[in-house]
C-alpha cells in the first residue's frame, strides 16, 4: 500500500494540481480574448438570459481589471500545460489542447494589449502598459466630508465632497459633480478613479446619491431631479464650502452616464429642476459633461438584453411600447438643444450591456446639431472600460487624463 510519502502519489498530485492550474488559466484566457475579439453582435444570443449575460459581463470585467497581469495569467497556463504534454500520448490528449489553446490565447493577450496601447497613444496623453501595478488596489483615500444636499419627498440625499488641498481662488474651487452608475437601481457613492485624481489638480469633486428605482419606485422622473438637487446644493451652500457656482461639470458613468448628460442638458435649457427645493428656484448651469460608457439610449437597448429588459421594469416601469412618453424623457438625444454643454464620452467596442453602436448613434446626433464633443472606444474593452473595481488600470488611467483635459479647456 501507497503512502503520501511514495512518489507517485506525489507525482499524481503534482499532476492535478497543473492541470487545475492549466485548465483555469488558459479556460479563462481563451475566453476573455474571445470575448474581446468576436462582435457584440455575435454575442446577442449570450445576453438573452442575465445568467449569461452577467457571466460574458464579469470575465470581461476581470480580464480588463487584470491588464498586464492577463499575460502573467496567460504564460502560467501555457508552461502548465508544456509541463503536462507528453507527445508520446498523442494529441488527443488535454494537456495539447490545452498548450494549442495555451498558445493561442497568450498571443491574444500579446495583441490586444498592444492594440490598446496604441489606441491609447493616439489619443495624445501619456500610458503605461504596465498597469496596474496591482490589481484591485484602491484609488484613493475618502472624502473630505460628507454634506447632506437636502431632503426629496422623505428621503435624505447625502453626499461625499473631495476637496483640493490648499487655498481656494478668490471665486472658489470649480467643482465636478460625480454620478455613480449601478443599472438605475443599485450602487452607491465612494471613491472611483476620479474622486481622488481631480482634487489633485485642483478640482473639487462632489460624489452625490440618489433615489434608486426598484420593482414598486420607477424613478425615470426623479433621479435627475436629484442631481439638480445637487446643483441647488452648489449654489446655495457651496461658497461656504469654498466652491464656484459658475464652474461646474457632471460625471457620470453607465446610468450614472445618463443622468450627467441629460442634467447637465436639461440645466443649459432651463428645464432642470430640484427634488429638494421650492419649485422655480434657478439652478446653475452645468458648463460641461464627461460621460463613462453612458445609457444614453434607452429606448434603443430596452429590450435588447435580459438585464436591459430589468432596467424597462424598475426605472422606467415597462416597455418603449407602454410608455413611450417616459423613455422620450429619458433618452438624451431628446434632451439636445444649441446651448448643451461641450460632451466627453468614453466606453469599450466590446461593451455587452450598454451597446457601443447606440452611442455612437447618439454621438452622431451631437455632432450633426453641432455641439462640441469628443467620443473615445477603447478597442476589446468591456463595459466600465477598465475603470471600475478600485483599479488604475491603462485605459483608467487615460479617461482621467481627457477628463481632466476637458475639464481644463471647457469648465467655463
Known amino acids: 500500500m501507497k503512502t503520501p510519502r511514495d512518489p507517485g502519489v506525489r507525482s499524481r498530485t503534482a499532476r492535478v494540481i497543473l492541470t487545475s492550474l492549466a485548465v483555469l488559466a488558459v479556460g479563462y484566457t481563451v475566453l476573455a480574448q474571445l470575448l474581446a475579439i468576436v462582435p457584440v453582435s455575435w454575442t446577442m444570443w449570450l445576453l438573452q438570459t442575465e445568467v449569461t449575460q452577467f457571466v460574458v459581463l464579469v470575465i470581461g470585467l476581470f480580464r480588463d481589471t487584470l491588464g498586464i497581469w492577463n499575460l502573467v495569467v496567460a504564460v502560467v497556463g501555457l508552461v502548465c500545460a508544456v509541463l503536462l504534454w507528453r507527445p508520446r500520448r498523442g494529441i488527443r490528449h488535454l494537456p495539447f489542447w490545452l498548450t494549442v ?15 490598446l496601447v496604441a489606441s491609447i497613444g493616439s489619443l495624445g496623453v501619456g500610458v503605461s502598459p504596465l498597469l496596474p501595478a496591482l490589481p484591485f488596489t484602491g484609488l484613493g483615500s475618502g472624502p473630505s466630508r460628507t454634506v447632506t444636499l437636502g431632503t426629496a419627498d422623505t428621503t435624505t440625499l447625502q453626499a461625499d465632497l473631495y476637496l483640493p488641498s490648499g487655498t481656494a481662488p478668490q471665486a472658489g474651487w470649480p467643482v465636478v459633480v460625480s454620478i455613480h452608475g449601478g443599472g438605475f437601481s443599485t450602487g452607491t457613492r465612494g471613491p472611483n478613479a476620479y474622486t481622488g485624481f481631480l482634487p489633485e489638480h485642483g478640482y473639487a469633486v462632489l460624489d452625490v446619491d440618489y433615489r434608486l428605482a426598484s420593482s414598486t419606485f420607477h424613478a425615470w422622473d426623479t433621479q435627475v431631479t436629484d442631481i439638480g438637487c445637487s446643483l441647488a446644493w452648489i449654489a446655495d451652500d457651496g461658497r461656504a464650502e469654498d466652491l464656484d457656482p459658475d464652474r461646474i461639470a457632471t460625471l457620470g458613468l453607465s446610468s450614472g452616464g445618463n443622468l450627467a448628460v441629460n442634467a447637465a442638458y436639461m440645466s443649459a435649457d432651463r428645464t432642470l429642476t430640484s427634488s429638494c427645493s421650492p419649485s422655480g428656484t434657478p439652478l446653475p448651469t452645468v458648463r460641461a459633461v464627461i460621460a463613462g460608457y453612458p445609457a444614453v439610449d434607452l429606448t434603443g437597448i430596452g429590450d435588447a438584453t435580459a438585464i436591459a429588459r430589468q432596467v424597462e421594469q424598475w426605472y422606467i416601469g415597462g416597455t418603449p411600447a407602454q410608455y413611450s412618453d417616459r423613455y422620450r424623457f429619458t433618452d438624451s438625444a431628446n434632451h439636445i438643444t444649441a446651448d448643451s454643454p461641450p460632451t466627453l464620452i468614453y466606453q469599450g467596442t466590446r461593451d455587452h450591456l450598454v451597446l457601443a453602436d447606440r452611442t455612437r448613434g ?28 478600485g483599479t488604475l488600470t491603462a485605459a483608467a488611467d487615460a479617461s482621467r487624463q481627457l477628463a481632466l483635459d476637458w475639464l481644463q479647456r471647457h469648465d467655463g
Open 101 to 115: 489553446g495555451g498558445t493561442a490565447g497568450t498571443v491574444g493577450v500579446v495583441t490586444s494589449t498592444a492594440l
Open 362 to 389: 447618439f454621438v452622431d446626433l451631437l455632432t450633426e446639431r453641432g455641439i462640441v464633443n469628443r467620443y473615445v472606444e477603447y478597442p476589446g474593452m468591456e463595459h466600465g472600460a477598465g475603470d471600475t473595481n
